[in-house]
């Protein structure tokens, strides 16, 4: 899955989520508020991806990443 358009539009959001899986300090629950259009979606995904991901965090080619896709 291809998270650039998160990356450019939503820096601080992917930041205070990257800060917290390499430090491991994910929570059990994440509410993403916002309007239409924020990538809210595309920021759960993101979590999903760097938790599942076989190879460590968002590889986008295992089976894990794959199933996410």
Do not use: W
């Amino acid at each position: 899955m291809d998270f650039n358009n998160l990356f450019t539009n939503q820096p601080e959001v992917v930041k205070l989520i990257n800060n917290s899986f390499n430090n491991d300090r994910l929570v059990q629950t994440y509410l993403f508020h916002g309007e239409k259009g924020t990538l809210k979606f595309d920021a759960a995904m993101y979590i999903a991806s760097l938790i599942l991901c076989e190879a460590g965090g968002n590889c986008g080619v295992c089976s894990q990443c794959k199933k996410i896709e």
